[in-house]
């Protein structure tokens, strides 16, 4: 009984992992996008990004000059 519960906890553990490298390899991805974004909002709308705009949060970007 003790192997079987070894390996369930085995199998728990690697899926974690797996899911724990994806959520990571999905923020990299979210980072990226929010920074393209603003880039692109700010040379279409004249709108100034400034540089202390955590662009890893996890908030939408509020254009309220617009």
Do not use: N
Not at 8 to 36: P, T
Not at 43 to 54: A, G, I, L, M, W
């Amino acid at each position: 009984m003790a192997e079987g519960d070894e390996c369930a906890g085995r199998e728990w553990k690697d899926k974690y992992m797996a899911l724990e490298a994806l959520l990571f390899k999905f923020r990299g991805q979210m980072r990226v996008i929010r920074e393209l974004t603003a880039e692109k909002v700010s040379q279409t709308h004249y709108v100034s990004v400034p540089e202390s705009f955590h662009l890893d949060c996890c908030f939408p970007l509020v254009l309220s000059d617009l």
